[in-house]
């Protein structure tokens, strides 16, 4: 019982504090150094004589608001599959994607848009925040229902920073074409959670076994936050690309490849479920993975027989890995991975990232024509060959995944601070750890929580 109230005093001070100190140092920042960009601000608007119909407004809102719809729902019921754990996976989304994409717009204003002493803010701004956000949210779901409010947001202060840096490494220094993110979002988010997970890792976690699994109505809001995620990710991975042709191309590529991901997604569960049963995970996730495997290649000339190809492989491998990966993953590895991002985000990262490289490697002047200089610059001014791109675009996977591997790290020594309020291992999976749960009895809901266990020293 001493155990339980110094872990509800803890509670009741840490998040509140913690979100009214993120809050106000993020208000002090935009106060000091964030400003309208050209297009928002009314003297630079109106004093370029500019007509209102070619504001940015008018074509980027569009994909603003699908992604949006994709970060704060999508992504918030995708994770709700858990019996237990439907508040604290729609809440925290909620919570940590608020914080991010404040946070997200600090970081990559300063390596991206800072002039004049000054972040100037606009459409584009917004879009790249919630990308920063999205990635946040994948390493969420490698670590969902083990750690508490305070450890997410910390995860997102430092998350923030490292993917804003990998991002500017990989787009403005290395020059590397990745407009859907196939590297600088998921495979960053999913391997950045991935260890993060293996640093938190909890030995005794099968005092909460019984909580893990999903029940009729909780994958039922899962497939929700499904069905809106692979209707909007055609805007995901164009919602930045130039404006044309380019734009076109991509969501013309995401459409095929997520339609073709989602049928052998349905071939390969059918196979290796029993009796031939479907199973309702790998349609949640896997369908999915067709608009991660063509973030990187997405605006290229991939076709629309590469887009289906390319949606197909990463729908197969993204199933298989649920069946057979993700039990090697904790049995042999020690990466406790709730959501399953390794096979959803993780590989099917990777496999984007590698058919960037082969596809950037094709790029030539008689196929792209004029659109060349739109979708690879430096080869259409003759500073760097299709080779040479595509070497430069491997090296870009390798720096995200040194970035996610090493930032973890760091993560975790952090979030494994004792001062900072965890669900133990009986109680992981639960909501009413953080949550007024209603419709419950006072004694039959807190019953299960008044026991206190000893922590896995992580």
């Given at each position: 019982?001493?155990?339980?109230?110094?872990?509800?005093?803890?509670?009741?001070?840490?998040?509140?504090?913690?979100?009214?100190?993120?809050?106000?140092?993020?208000?002090?920042?935009?106060?000091?150094?964030?400003?309208?960009?050209?297009?928002?601000?009314?003297?630079?608007?109106?004093?370029?004589?500019?007509?209102?119909?070619?504001?940015?407004?008018?074509?980027?809102?569009?994909?603003?608001?699908?992604?949006?719809?994709?970060?704060?729902?999508?992504?918030?019921?995708?994770?709700?599959?858990?019996?237990?754990?439907?508040?604290?996976?729609?809440?925290?989304?909620?919570?940590?994607?608020?914080?991010?994409?404040?946070?997200?717009?600090?970081?990559?204003?300063?390596?991206?848009?800072?002039?004049?002493?000054?972040?100037?803010?606009?459409?584009?701004?917004?879009?790249?925040?919630?990308?920063?956000?999205?990635?946040?949210?994948?390493?969420?779901?490698?670590?969902?229902?083990?750690?508490?409010?305070?450890?997410?947001?910390?995860?997102?202060?430092?998350?923030?920073?490292?993917?804003?840096?990998?991002?500017?490494?990989?787009?403005?220094?290395?020059?590397?074409?990745?407009?859907?993110?196939?590297?600088?979002?998921?495979?960053?988010?999913?391997?950045?959670?991935?260890?993060?997970?293996?640093?938190?890792?909890?030995?005794?976690?099968?005092?909460?076994?019984?909580?893990?699994?999903?029940?009729?109505?909780?994958?039922?809001f899962a497939m929700i936050?499904?069905?809106?995620?692979?209707?909007?990710?055609?805007?995901?991975?164009?919602?930045?690309?130039?404006?044309?042709?380019?734009?076109?191309?991509?969501?013309?590529?995401?459409?095929?490849?997520?339609?073709?991901?989602?049928?052998?997604?349905?071939?390969?569960?059918?196979?290796?479920?029993?009796?031939?049963?479907?199973?309702?995970?790998?349609?949640?996730?896997?369908?999915?993975?067709?608009?991660?495997?063509?973030?990187?290649?997405?605006?290229?000339?991939?076709?629309?027989?590469?887009?289906?190809?390319?949606?197909?492989?990463?729908?197969?491998?993204?199933?298989?890995?649920?069946?057979?990966?993700?039990?090697?993953?904790?049995?042999?590895?020690?990466?406790?991975?709730?959501?399953?991002?390794?096979?959803?985000?993780?590989?099917?990262?990777?496999?984007?990232?590698?058919?960037?490289?082969?596809?950037?490697?094709?790029?030539?002047?008689?196929?792209?024509?004029?659109?060349?200089?739109?979708?690879?610059?430096?080869?259409?001014?003759?500073?760097?060959?299709?080779?040479?791109?595509?070497?430069?675009?491997?090296?870009g996977l390798f720096v995200?995944?040194?970035?996610?591997?090493?930032?973890?790290?760091?993560?975790?020594?952090?979030?494994?601070?004792?001062?900072?309020?965890?669900?133990?291992?009986s109680q992981c999976f639960?909501?009413?750890?953080?949550?007024?749960?209603?419709?419950?009895?006072?004694?039959?809901?807190?019953?299960?929580?008044?026991?206190?266990?000893?922590?896995?020293?992580?």
């Open positions: 019982m001493a155990g339980s109230s110094r872990r509800a005093a803890s509670r009741r001070l840490q998040l509140p504090l913690l979100c009214l100190v993120f809050q106000g140092a993020t208000a002090v920042l935009f106060a000091v150094f964030v400003r309208y960009d050209q297009e928002t601000d009314p003297a630079f608007w109106h004093g370029g004589n500019h007509s209102n119909v070619d504001n940015v407004f008018y074509f980027r809102y569009p994909s603003f608001q699908d992604v949006h719809v994709m970060v704060f729902v999508g992504f918030g019921f995708l994770m709700a599959f858990l019996q237990r754990y439907g508040f604290s996976s729609v809440g925290f989304t909620f919570l940590l994607a608020a914080f991010a994409l404040q946070w997200s717009t600090l970081v990559q204003g300063f390596l991206h848009s800072f002039r004049g002493g000054y972040i100037h803010v606009g459409m584009e701004s917004m879009i790249n925040a919630d990308f920063g956000a999205g990635a946040v949210l994948i390493s969420f779901g490698a670590i969902l229902g083990r750690t508490g409010p305070t450890q997410l947001l910390l995860m997102a202060l430092l998350e923030v920073v490292l993917f804003g840096v990998n991002e500017f490494v990989l787009l403005s220094l290395l020059r590397v074409r990745d407009a859907g993110g196939s590297m600088t979002i998921h495979t960053f988010g999913a391997y950045f959670g991935l260890v993060l997970s293996r640093a938190l890792y909890r030995p005794r976690l099968e005092k909460s076994k019984h909580r893990q699994g999903s029940v009729y109505h909780s994958d039922l936050g499904t069905i809106f995620l692979w209707l909007f990710w055609p805007s995901f991975n164009s919602a930045l690309t130039t404006r044309g042709d380019g734009q076109h191309r991509t969501a013309l590529n995401t459409y095929y490849s997520l339609s073709a991901s989602t049928l052998s997604t349905f071939a390969l569960s059918a196979l290796v479920g029993g009796d031939g049963r479907l199973d309702m995970v790998h349609i949640q996730n896997a369908a999915l993975a067709g608009g991660v495997v063509v973030g990187t290649s997405g605006e290229m000339m991939l076709t629309p027989f590469g887009a289906l190809a390319a949606g197909f492989l990463a729908g197969t491998v993204s199933t298989l890995g649920y069946k057979f990966f993700t039990p090697v993953l904790e049995s042999k590895f020690k990466i406790q991975d709730t959501c399953g991002v390794h096979n959803l985000h993780g590989m099917p990262g990777i496999l984007g990232a590698l058919l960037g490289v082969l596809v950037a490697g094709l790029a030539t002047h008689e196929a792209y024509g004029d659109g060349l200089e739109s979708v690879f610059p430096l080869i259409a001014e003759g500073q760097r060959g299709a080779t040479s791109q595509a070497i430069h675009q491997l090296l995200t995944l040194t970035f996610a591997s090493v930032g973890a790290g760091l993560g975790g020594l952090l979030l494994k601070l004792p001062c900072l309020d965890s669900p133990p291992d639960e909501d009413q750890v953080y949550w007024e749960v209603p419709g419950e009895h006072e004694e039959e809901a807190q019953g299960p929580l008044r026991t206190e266990e000893p922590d896995t020293q992580a």
